[in-house]
T-cell receptor, first 114, second 114 residues
Framework: TQLLEQSPQFLSIQEGENLTVYCNSS?????LQWYRQEPGEGPVLLVT?????EVKKLKRLTFQFGDARKDSSLHITAAQPGDTGLYLC??????????????FGQGTILTVHP | DAGVIQSPRHEVTEMGQEVTLRCKPI?????LFWYRQTMMRGLELLIY????????DSGMPEDRFSAKMPNASFSTLKIQPSEPRDSAVYFC????????????FGSGTRLTVV
């Protein structure tokens, strides 16, 4: 059972289009992070959200944490070929013995065509 | 800062051989994580350390896998004997305190067991 469900798994769009990637769970998270991974490299942190309802913007990327801290979304405006990559959400469970470690979703492979 | 340094970048070995993967963390990062990434299972946490002490090794597949962190600047992941199903990309990641600060990943070691 996947703790964090990402959708869609694959996304192929044209340059200039908008898109949204979703990350959902039945569990509550103390924080949630988004990473981007390019072929042959490790994931790179984009953002951390910690407060329910929080919205963060990073240029054309908008990240939102759900009010109940169980879900998150990543919205990209006017996608560019340079946005191509694997997008991963990762959550830190609230409390318990999982302190200090993240659980990753399966990822969304985004391809932006020129 | 050179980031998290992993070696080797690629490893091809025969089934039954011992494999040792190495990681040099970022200085001052208290947490070190070993992940395995495959297309089928995504990123899986194998083991993590806090201040050189193993905290959670519940993700280690079986006794063939072992990890050590003899000091704050070095960690190894060993597979003995290796099997074809161990083929994957293995990532080392470090974090300065807790998950809220995000992980810095190395570039990974692509392991192929033939």
């Amino acid at each position: 059972t996947q703790l964090l469900e990402q959708s869609p798994q694959f996304l192929s769009i044209q340059e200039g289009e908008n898109l949204t990637v979703y990350c959902n769970s039945s569990s509550v998270f103390s924080s949630l992070q988004w990473y981007r991974q390019e072929p042959g490299e490790g994931p790179v942190l984009l953002v951390t959200v910690v407060t329910g309802g929080e919205v963060k913007k990073l240029k054309r990327l908008t990240f939102q944490f759900g009010d109940a801290r169980k879900d998150s979304s990543l919205h990209i405006t006017a996608a560019q070929p340079g946005d191509t990559g694997l997008y991963l959400c990762a959550g830190a469970r609230a409390g318990g013995t999982s302190y200090g470690k993240l659980t990753f979703g399966q990822g969304t492979i985004l391809t932006v065509h020129p | 800062d050179a980031g998290v340094i992993q070696s080797p970048r690629h490893e091809v070995t025969e089934m039954g051989q011992e494999v040792t993967l190495r990681c040099k963390p970022i200085s001052g990062h208290d947490y070190l994580f070993w992940y395995r990434q495959t297309m089928m299972r995504g990123l899986e946490l194998l083991i993590y350390f806090n201040n050189n002490v193993p905290i959670d090794d519940s993700g280690m597949p079986e006794d063939r896998f072992s990890a050590k962190m003899p000091n704050a600047s070095f960690s190894t992941l060993k597979i003995q004997p290796s099997e074809p199903r161990d083929s994957a990309v293995y990532f080392c990641a470090t974090s300065p305190r807790t998950e809220i600060y995000g992980y810095t990943f190395g570039s990974g070691t692509r392991l192929t067991v033939v």
